[in-house]
């Protein structure tokens, strides 16, 4: 029998060591992980015992939300949002998940007993590099902005074994290193084998009768993979909605052949296996376009299959049919890379689960959008039937009857017009045949947008011009954003205190509030700390270049910045070519008087892509030379910072005072660094491209450096026959740097080595970088003068962040939730015991 004293006759009220949110309670919770889960004493923790966890006491604090918003959506039977993407470039979790939670202080202070300061803990994590650019990182904001909008949603996705290569400089040249990114395991995931689905690929279809008379097509595969998803909760900001990143990894069926190990053969035995796990192993490192390797296809069709199954075992769940599938799904395509979902919808609700055609075409086209993020037309993915129909077999014949069936009401629109036929075919048959993905994404999406006005714009004139045709009430823009708290809050410390401190925390939520700092450009004393902070922070950044690159920079220089993939169109040998004309000018006359700058450089190249890898190594030799020209004094200094990443990023856009958007017009289909850049104030130097157009138009002309060719006068150029020989017999400076160049003054006497680069530009220039050179040197003289007038500058630096609002993806996302989505949010309650959010 137990004594009267230990009956308990009120439940005691303890803080929960794995919810409590106060300093004391985390210190604590923090010990306690080091010990039961690290297997560490205090004394003998690694700073990455010690990051580890603390990454565990902060998901222990993430679970019951998880829980909860999951449980409600369940109970609720409430409309989600799926986020099919091939790249989710979250970055790292730890230092939003505390901004979020706003529990950033306590945990500061309660790691502080550690000896270490959080900022060191932060820069343990390794980042999850699950994506190239521009496009996994939008995955990335849209998940913030999701769960910050309180609607239901999940990120479907692959989980790569290793994500995009870490890049090394050697002698100046890229260098690939294999991203190991799960070597020391990751906190922030959870696997859920019991939820694993199978997935079917090669062998061949039969037709045959069903019991009741019905005649079917069922998929004889060659093989079968396993789909285990590994989970990653994604938080709101200051809410309790915490949504779900799921990431599918392969696995073979059955890992081992006894049959085959039995009959002696060890290899055949584990074969199935390497290369079931194959599938999942590596993201392709191509930002676009697109290589058309079947792995890649098999990674596309592997987890679109596993997210759509996923979708209805939860659907009928809840649901007696799939009738409704539609009214409960709505499912984004981020580009054509999960497009193969149309028809696999088609094969899961025909095949398996018996619908007739029509009705699984009517849910089917009304489940999925498609978001195109190019105007690249080789960057269009296209398939050759070959390959798709050894790999896909059933779902070949599913588009085949789609186009059919399409192209059977084309006819009846346009008689007698074959061209029409054959240019919106979803098979290409004009050479060796091919699937079209975007056709078959056009043709099974109830909605189609562009990233940005002018992109959406030259989709409906150019590249979709005769899907805009047939269905104009399907297209529309949806500018793209960032999120402020990763890319402000998290990121820019020093900032949000200032803004803070001015107008209060609401911008953060509500990003169009910045507008307030416009009463603060007149304000001396603001600018004068507005200046101060710009210093310091840039002088981080200085410590760091010359921590990773030993190269000295001075942080009252003005710092000119382009980060990003490295791609001709986007022009880095632009930038180069305004660098050299410096220099030139310099050697020249050694007293000119320049405004002296630091070229910042970062981004990585497609280890196949020669001109890209070549870009880079022209960047690392002009730097060579110039930061050792003793004539130039410091007054140019040119920085290639290696390993451009998320994390890499969130140091390098608050320092800028240049932001580099020089795409040649009509090719950028948005870009979301520029927005970064801009609400960090920096002020951008840009083509009439992508939103660079929409920025402007937000901050105003007179706060944007705007040189360049309009994509009218692209186009028109071109038409006219566009010969770049021209300008470099007319134009004498520009000469003088294309000369120097190919003459091996960069590279020791070389004359070859840069000689690709260089008549690639005098006598092809497809990017028209000359057709563009003298517009860009004159904008960049006046941005050097107006660098010069700090007080000014301060002015338009500010102005350009008070007038960002647009541009957070709260804003994308409203207008994909309303316009696309039709999905309501949704609020979670926490039970009583839970402590809210500080
Ligand atoms: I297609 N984008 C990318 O990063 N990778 C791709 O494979 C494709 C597009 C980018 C575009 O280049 C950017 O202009 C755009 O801002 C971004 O996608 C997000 O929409």
Avoid at 460 to 479: A, C, H, I, M, W
């Amino acid at each position: 029998d137990p004594s009267p004293e230990s009956t308990f006759v009120c439940p005691i009220i303890i803080e929960d060591d794995r919810t409590g949110l106060d300093t004391e309670t985390i210190r604590r919770a923090l010990r306690d992980n080091l010990l039961y889960i690290q297997g560490k004493l205090p004394e003998l923790a690694s700073k990455n015992d010690l990051y580890m966890a603390l990454a565990y006491t902060i998901r222990d604090r993430l679970l019951q939300r998880w829980l909860t918003t999951q449980q409600t959506y369940l109970k609720k039977d409430v409309r989600t949002v799926c986020y099919l993407s091939a790249e989710f470039l979250v970055g790292p979790h730890l230092a939003n998940n505390l901004i979020n939670l706003g529990i950033y202080e306590q945990v500061q202070k309660a790691v502080s007993e550690s000896g270490l300061k959080l900022e060191e803990l932060i820069a343990q994590e390794e980042e999850p590099g699950l994506g190239n650019g521009g496009l996994g990182r939008l995955a990335a904001c849209y998940l913030d902005s999701l769960s910050t909008l309180e609607i239901p949603a999940i990120g479907y996705g692959i989980r790569y074994e290793f994500g995009i290569f870490d890049q090394e400089i050697h002698d100046g040249w890229q260098v690939e290193i294999t991203d190991k990114w799960l070597q020391y395991g990751n906190p922030w995931e959870i696997a859920r084998p019991e939820a694993g689905v199978e997935v079917k690929f090669g062998g061949y279809t039969e037709s045959y009768t069903d019991e009741n008379g019905n005649y079917r097509s069922r998929w004889i595969p060659d093989y079968v993979v396993k789909g285990i998803p590994y989970d990653t909760p994604i938080l709101g900001y200051r809410v309790n909605t915490a949504n779900t990143m799921r990431l599918w990894k392969s696995e073979a069926c059955e890992s081992f052949d006894f049959g085959r190990f039995n009959r002696g053969d060890y290899y055949g035995a584990v074969d199935n296996k390497v290369h079931s796990e194959n599938i999942s192993k590596v993201l392709y490192p191509n930002d676009e376009p697109i290589q058309g390797k079947e792995l890649r296809l098999e990674q596309q069709y592997f987890f679109v299959s596993c997210s759509l199954q996923d979708m209805i075992r939860i659907h009928l769940h809840e649901n007696p049919s799939l009738n409704s599938f539609h009214q409960k799904w709505s499912v984004q395509l981020n580009d054509t890379h999960p497009s193969v979902g149309v028809a696999e919808l088609m094969r899961l609700l025909i095949d398996v689960h018996h619908f007739d055609w029509d009705k699984a075409w009517f849910i089917t086209q009304n489940t999925f959008a498609y978001t195109n993020h190019t105007l690249l037309p080789e960057a269009l993915e296209k398939w050759p039937l070959s390959i798709f129909g050894r790999l896909l077999p059933r779902l070949m014949e599913i588009i085949y009857e789609i186009n059919h069936r399409f192209l059977d009401k084309i006819r009846i629109i346009y008689p007698h017009d074959d061209g029409k036929i054959s240019r919106l075919s979803i098979i290409d048959e004009s050479g060796e045949k091919y699937v079209r993905m975007a056709h078959l994404a056009c043709v099974g999406s109830q909605a189609i947008n562009g990233v940005a006005a002018l992109h959406t714009e030259l989709l409906k004139k150019d590249v979709l011009r005769n899907f805009y045709e047939l269905f104009p009430e399907k297209f529309s823009n949806k500018t793209n954003g960032v999120t402020p708290r990763r890319w402000i809050v998290s990121s820019n410390p020093r900032l949000t205190f200032a803004i803070t401190e001015k107008i209060g925390e609401n911008w953060i939520k509500h990003l169009e509030d910045l507008r307030g700092l416009e009463n603060y450009v007149d304000d001396g004393g603001f600018r004068d700390s507005w200046r101060r902070i710009k210093y310091d922070i840039k002088a981080d950044l200085a410590n760091y270049i010359d921590k990773k690159v030993g190269i000295k920079v001075d942080p009252s220089t003005l710092f000119d910045v382009q980060v990003k993939r490295i791609h001709e169109y986007k022009r880095q040998h632009l930038n180069v070519l305004h660098i050299v004309t410096l220099y030139h000018r310099l050697k020249n006359n050694p007293n000119l008087d320049i405004t002296p700058r630091t070229f910042i450089f970062g981004g990585k190249a497609a280890p196949g892509y020669f001109m890209a890898k070549l870009i880079i190594k022209l960047i690392n030799s002009v730097a060579e030379v110039i930061d050792n020209d003793p004539t130039i004094a410091g007054r140019l200094k040119v920085v290639f910072l290696p390993d451009y990443n998320v994390t890499l990023g969130q140091r390098v856009y608050p320092a800028a005072d240049l932001s580099e958007q020089i795409s040649t017009a009509g090719k950028e289909a948005s870009g979301t660094g520029n927005m970064k850049f801009s609400m960090n104030g920096a002020l951008t130097i840009g083509t009439l491209d992508g939103a660079n157009i929409e920025i402007r138009e937000e901050v105003g002309a007179e706060n944007f450096f705007l040189f360049g060719l309009t994509t009218e006068e692209v186009y028109a150029k071109k038409a006219a026959g566009y010969n770049p020989q021209e300008y470099y017999y007319h134009n004498e400076e520009l000469r003088a740097v294309l000369d120097l160049i190919g003459s091996g003054f960069f590279s020791r006497g070389d004359s070859s080595l840069f000689r690709p680069l260089v008549d690639n530009l005098i006598y092809n220039d497809p990017y028209m970088l000359l057709a563009d050179y003298q517009s860009y040197i004159d904008c960049q003289e006046g941005v050097g003068r107006a660098y010069k007038d700090q007080e000014h500058w301060s002015r338009l630096a500010i102005l350009n962040v008070a007038r960002m609002g647009k541009f957070s993806s709260d804003r994308s996302i409203r207008q994909y939730c309303e316009e696309i989505w039709r999905v309501q949010p949704v609020k979670i309650e926490l039970p009583d015991y839970i402590q809210a959010n500080a």
